[in-house]
């Protein structure tokens, strides 16, 4: 539908009834960025002063014209003024019982929302933080800011003319909007901005209120740009990713290639049609679009994490693990297409209580989205807090910043990276170096880094909750780690603190091959020789912390969620059971609304990707020696659909995520014995399951928020699945033999294996030696973390629900659990930082100057990343690959002393220990 040019002229947009009709939400975005609505031709029943409030509200009363206004703004003017108080009394109610307790609704938001539902209904409003100026009733709203701001503009501009920032410039226009001074308007504009954008301000930063189903995405143009930076992100991607700290492409670099690339594709690319059979390809179908752009930003999400099951192949094939002579490239590829592709089929039955639920925030995917939206939306100048500059240029002066910074505390002055500068004091002092110290240490140390590489970006958008809960919980498990190890628990004395090794009785490192036979399986008598392997003190707090979450964790959220469970557990069932039926039914929040536009993906094509991935990977267990049974695969599968929504839904709304990797190594090894090769291969099943479906769920929220058609995203996810999977082969297959040193402890390259260590160490422990004897004979302790962890679920639930709600609204105690995890290799000093960068941006700034934040946030932290990735591959193949070091003080000063060599506890085996070794007994192993 044309945009004409008229006083009183409206957007192109179809309206209904009811805001649950996709179709109201759909406008004719061309038409509405080409031909802008200037203030005074929008939603004529309002007055100047309304709609300077409501644009105040939207973040938009800093633009420097109101002759354009933004499509968002000019959507929500003419719902404001189509929609009954009525109605938005009705929308609000829904919202505040929705949203009660939601830990991501603004404090402010829901106070108001209440007063607003007060005030209608005659009684007293809720007093807050947010509202402690005064109570907000009747009487207040005589001489209103509606009031004194109409009769201010109708002085100073004579009616019709266009108002601009500089003739707002008075203590009128400062009134917070979440004190009430226009019932009428503030009921209507909140119930809007909840039934037609979302309640929360960061997802109305990187989204829109409305739809155009007609603007080109699943195109030529996508499958081209995409696969050409699928293929450059998985090879860096993958090479880097054994590296400690890893190095990767993040999305933010890719999106910044992606769109340069989508231009030059829609320059060069003739404008031809191409028909085949029914359908009709168009190569080139005019300008590069946002929904192109998300897609092909889908398309290589794939790429940017690497699989899990590439450490079972390194651990299986490399000589100092298993050295598996029989790990072929047929295994390779049977094991990676069967894990990856299992989760890929199980996120079509996540859908529905991890995608379309309103509370499904997943928040690291809105710096992606907010980036996208700046590389590809024209943006109105604006002023914000005296900000002028656009957020296309403050990202690419803040990825510039970055790249040139990064040089400093990775290549001319490392010491700045792991600021280990408490041990400078007194290198030799070992006490010193066991409790400050970045490598080998706790990292208890206030200024641990200037290098964002270690403090990292997440901070930036995760919910500070988040952060602050899990850094409680690594303060906590830092005193349980000390105490264990300065009391020599378990023998913890003799080894190093922080370690995610296994050792031998004499502190030496424990070599699987050393107890098992040809065929890697568990031999007795090579064990009698040798001895258990023994765990570090960080390395047995953590393993305890995962035995006390997961019952914890199952316990809390059923207990708190128990009927958004239920709920999910009937949606799938009837996803199941009837395929015609929609699965968005049920589905209220605006975005699930919008995408009823496009044609579902229908159950059974998730369903057919299940089967055929549980078929390859029972090929890969009966084709090859992989001492591995059938039923194991099932159990894998059953596992997680156990813990698949308690896991998935507190993932969704806080950012904290685990695995099941220690469970199922722990159950594994009871009914397996012995065997660490069908521990490792399970285990790879049973957390790829569940952490690939999420990696794929979280594209589908990308796509969600972007209404991407269903179908698009489904062969754009499975055509670069394939893709990457053989790319990270190739490249791990190249590392194995083509490094020298690769994950030796001193790889001068920082490739030490991080991940893979501790991957091998588990199959060890657990699978070679098996938990019977861990349990029985070397930690017992361990058994008990199962009841401790369901025990202390009840009472955290009920503080939870009964208990002071401003105590219980940010308690998330599985995030506090959780940072016990955070240890063995890395510490506090990887941590800290993150908790100043969380306050400053997730509460000071956000709360502060909302404004500032919803627009350069997430663009800081993805310009930072951006930087940080171009930086280290140049630094990387520029002076490190081919070794140039600058020996100066300011680079070895942070190796000197024990901190970087600690190899060793307080305590010596050889001199210290009953006849030079510690544990049980010669002759009485477990």
């Known amino acids: 539908m044309a945009l004409e040019k008229h006083t009183t002229q409206s957007l192109p947009i179809t309206s209904f009834a009811s805001h649950n009709n996709p179709n109201q939400h759909e406008i004719d975005l061309r038409a509405a960025m080409s031909n802008p609505l200037s203030i005074t031709q929008v939603a004529t029943g309002l007055t100047d002063a309304q709609k300077i409030f409501v644009l105040k509200r939207l973040h938009m009363d800093s633009l420097d014209s109101f002759e354009e206004l933004p499509p968002q703004a000019a959507f929500i003017f003419e719902k404001i003024e189509k929609t009954s108080t009525e109605e938005a009394v009705e929308i609000l109610k829904a919202t505040v019982e929705e949203h009660k307790d939601d830990i991501n609704v603004l404090d402010r938001d829901e106070e108001l929302w209440t007063n607003l539902i007060s005030y209608h209904q005659g009684t007293e409003p ?173 398309f290589c999400g794939v790429s940017n994490g690497t699989s899990y099951a590439g450490s079972n192949i390194l651990m299986q094939k490399s000589k100092l693990f298993y050295n598996n002579q029989w790990v072929d490239f047929g295994y390779q590829v049977l094991l990676i297409l069967s894990t990856n592709f299992l989760g890929f089929g199980l996120s079509g039955i996540m859908r529905q209580f991890a995608v379309y639920p309103t509370k499904s925030l997943w928040p690291s995917i809105l710096p992606s989205l907010r980036l996208n939206k700046t590389l590809m939306s024209k943006e109105v100048r604006s002023k914000i807090n005296g900000w002028t500059i656009s957020g296309y240029k403050f990202f690419f002066i ?358 893979t260590v501790t991957y091998y160490n588990a199959s060890v422990l657990w699978g070679v030696i098996g938990p019977k004897k861990v349990f029985g004979g070397l930690y017992p302790i361990l058994q008990w973390c199962f009841l401790i962890g369901f025990l202390l679920a009840i009472p955290c639930v009920i503080f939870k629900k009964w208990g002071p709600r401003k105590l219980t609204k940010y308690f998330e105690p599985s995030i506090i659990i959780g940072g016990f995890m955070g240890y063995a290799p890395y510490n506090l000093s990887y941590t800290t930082g993150a908790v100043y960068i969380g306050y400053a941006f997730m509460h000071h700034v956000k709360k502060r100057y909302e404004a500032w934040w919803e627009k350069y946030d997430y663009l800081l932290s993805s310009g930072i990343d951006a930087g940080i990735a171009f930086s280290s591959i140049i630094i990387f193949f520029s002076v490190m690959y081919h070794n140039k070091p600058i020996p100066w003080w300011g680079n070895n000063v942070q190796y000197r002393g024990w901190d970087a060599n600690m190899s060793s506890g307080f305590l010596n085996a050889t001199l210290q220990a009953p006849d030079g070794y510690f544990g049980p007994r010669v002759g009485h192993f477990p």
């Open 126 to 298: 809720v007093q807050g933080d947010c509202s402690d100026e005064g109570k907000t009733t009747k009487s207040h709203l005589k001489g209103t800011v509606s009031e004194k701001l109409g009769s201010f503009l109708n002085e100073k501009n004579p009616l019709g003319s266009i108002v601009t920032p500089a003739d707002m410039e008075s203590e009128i226009v400062n009134e917070p909007y979440y004190n009430i001074v226009d019932w009428d308007l503030q009921i209507k504009l909140e119930a809007i901005l909840v039934a037609y954008w979302s309640p929360y301000p960061q997802v109305r930063a990187v989204t829109d209120p409305y739809d155009d189903p007609t603007i080109p995405a699943e195109t030529v143009r996508v499958y081209i740009v995409a696969g050409i930076w699928t293929g450059i992100s998985a090879v860096i991607n993958q090479f880097f990713a054994e590296r400690q700290p890893a190095i990767s492409i993040g999305m933010s670099v890719v999106q910044v290639f992606l769109y340069p690339t989508g231009l030059l594709c829609q320059w060069i690319l003739p404008k031809w049609k191409i028909k085949i059979w029914k359908w009709t390809i168009d190569l080139n179908p005019g300008p590069y679009t946002y929904k192109e752009q998300v897609l092909a930003t889908i």
């Open 398 to 755: 803040v990825a510039a910043i970055s790249f040139l910074y990064f040089w400093v505390p990775d290549y001319l002055f490392t010491a700045l990276s792991q600021f280990n500068w408490m041990t400078w004091i007194k290198p030799d002092n070992y006490d010193l170096a066991v409790v400050t110290g970045s490598f080998g240490g706790m990292g208890l140390n206030p200024i641990p880094s200037f290098d964002f590489n270690i403090i990292g970006t997440s901070s930036f958008y995760a919910p500070f909750y988040n952060t602050v809960l899990n850094y409680v919980g690594m303060v906590l498990a830092l005193f349980i780690i000390l105490g264990c190890f300065y009391s020599n628990y378990k023998w913890t004395g003799y080894l190093p603190i922080n370690s995610n090794g296994l050792f031998t009785n004499t502190g030496q490192i424990y070599q699987v091959t050393s107890v098992v036979n040809e065929h890697s399986l568990f031999d007795e008598a090579k064990y009698n020789e040798i001895g258990p392997p023994f765990y570090t003190a960080a390395n047995l707090v953590m393993y305890g912390a995962y035995f006390v979450l997961y019952p914890f964790h199952f316990v809390f959220e059923i207990g708190m969620n128990y009927k958004q469970m239920w709920e999910a557990l009937k949606s799938i069932y009837r996803g199941l059971t009837n395929f015609r039926k929609s699965t968005y039914e049920g589905f209220n929040d605006p975005h699930s609304v919008m995408m009823r536009a496009y044609p579902e993906v229908p159950e059974w094509a998730y369903l057919i990707i299940l089967i055929v991935s549980l078929v390859l990977a029972i090929l890969c267990v009966k084709l090859y020696p992989a001492e591995t049974p059938v039923w194991g695969i099932f159990f894998a599968l059953g596992i997680n659909f156990v813990f698949l929504i308690p896991l998935t839904t507190v993932q969704s709304r806080t950012m904290f995520g685990f695995g099941l990797n220690v469970l199922v190594e722990l159950i594994i090894g009871y009914a397996i014995p012995g065997n660490g090769l069908a521990l490792a291969f399970l285990k790879a099943m049973g957390y790829n399951i569940d952490g690939q479906a999420q990696s794929f769920i979280n594209d589908l929220k990308q796509g969600h928020y972007a209404k991407l058609p269903p179908r698009a995203m489904y062969r754009c996810q499975l055509v670069s699945v394939f893709i990457t999977s053989f790319i990270q082969l190739g490249i791990l297959n190249y590392q194995i033999t083509g490094i020298k040193d690769y994950c030796h402890p001193r790889n001068r390259q920082k490739f030490t294996c991080p991940a």
